[in-house]
Nanobody
């Protein structure tokens, strides 16, 4: 099993930037894929971006060109660099690691507001 801890969320103005971090511990040797999800107010959790152990990335259309996912295997950490933030990016952001799909961290709050 793995444990996931997200951090880096904050209140930022529209157009601002943030970098989120997700540190994995436990059975990290089994992780093949890491992803970021988010859940906005009154919305269902949605997939945002993912990265394979070989560095192949994919993004939801809503964030493509603004968000960048990366991974430091030596530190067992995944990052989400976010630029040009919009109010609709406001959400609690969670990371997830395959094959431990049922494991979630506590999330980190991102609020985009003037």
């Amino acid at each position: 099993q793995v444990q996931l801890v997200e951090s880096g969320g904050a209140l930022v103005q529209p157009g601002g930037s943030l970098r989120l971090s997700c540190v994995a511990s436990g059975a990290v040797f089994g992780i093949t894929y890491m992803a970021w999800y988010r859940q906005g107010p009154g919305k269902q959790r949605e997939w945002v971006a993912g990265i394979t152990r070989h560095g192949v990335t994919a993004y939801a259309e809503a964030v493509k060109g603004r968000f960048t996912i990366s991974r430091d295997s030596a530190k067992n950490t995944a990052y989400l660099q976010m630029i040009s933030l919009k109010p609709e990016d406001t959400a609690v952001y969670y990371c997830n690691a395959s094959p431990y799909a049922n494991v979630w961290g506590q999330g980190t709050q991102v609020t985009v507001s003037s």
